[in-house]
């Protein structure tokens, strides 16, 4: 957790006067259902206790004006009424897709003093960028005092993210960022954005391991495989007789009848996607009935099927989830989020964590030479404005 306090210096030293609201948003990391927000599917990810945060002001004017603090306090300056992109500080361009699409929905946004701090690993994996969306909506929200539900904030900066930033990510990193509730994953329906809070079992700890391999082909491979989806499932409505939208509208057991009557490739992705939304619904009901066992057993299944159906897998992600299954208390593991690179989440019993981080990390380094990161994470809530300080 970064004090608050900094930040709100930090913000004075620059701009001159006290910040008037600093705003929060976590990064997140999903137990379960990968590859399958894009397809109308299922996800259950939760909110993890790294984020980021941004100190802000109103200016009377239309400009704003953004520091970055994490990258040696670089300023990158906006004037509202033609926001266009700053390539030479990328990091702004999440900021001005979000003020972008929110002016576009109506939302007059005032000119403001950004200052912004963070700690999600950057590039592991772990939507650092969707955190910094999100934050960046919450911050015009309150800044702005204008109504915006949660729901249509994370579609908001999804849409910042396809459109502006010019990535085509699913709903799922900025709905969680979003709407997280603590101690809780959030079991979510990426068709119609209903979502229902499922308490984490009692006697577990969710760890995230970062396999330090850096994603690669993430956004060529990513696009590759939604083409593939949409093909599986432009395929299957003619072979079914029925509408199907999205491979959210086909059965593991429709699947399986009509699997030949498809290129082979595009039938394993589709398979992985029908099983794995098979598998969200079942891992939360073990997670409501606090069936440890059964739960880690699907998020291994999970990991396989990425691996050899929809191969969004890597050697070193495959190495981190073998190691980490050889460990006495951890109940499953997989490759998290997008793959290719970046985490896997762990489900470890309580008492086990420390032996668990201290041998995963030994046994990692030595097959493949990389010294992981290692956090074991709690469940955090979603984004927020923090209270004022106490002093
Ligand atoms: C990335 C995307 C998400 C989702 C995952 C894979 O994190 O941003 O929308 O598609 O990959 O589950």
Known sequence: MIASHNIRDEFEMIFGLPPTLVVRAPGRVNLIGEHTDYNDGFVLPIAIDRETYIAARRRADRLVRMVALDFGS????????????????????????VALMLERRGRRLPGAEMAIRGNVPIGAGLSSSAALQVCAATAFRALGGFDLDGVTLARVCQKADNEFVGIQ???????ISALARADHALLIDCRDLSYESVPLPRGATIVVCDTMKRRRLVDSEYNARRAECEQAARLLATQLGK???????????ELARCADALPPIVARRARHVVTENARVLDAAAAARRGDLAAFGALMDASHASLRDDYAVSCAELDAMVEIARQQ?????????????????VNLVEDGAVPTFVANVAQAYAARTGREPQIYPCRASAGAGELPPPSF
């Open 74 to 97: 670089e300023m990158s300056e906006m004037s509202l009424d033609a926001i266009t992109r700053d390539d030479a500080h990328r990091w702004s361009n999440y900021l001005r897709g």
């Open 169 to 175: 990510s699913g709903i799922m990193d900025q709905f």
């Open 243 to 253: 509408p199907v939208r999205a491979l959210r509208d086909v059965s593991p057991s």
């Open 328 to 344: 006495s208390g951890c109940f499953g593991a997989r490759l998290t989020g997008a793959g290719f690179g970046g985490c896997t």
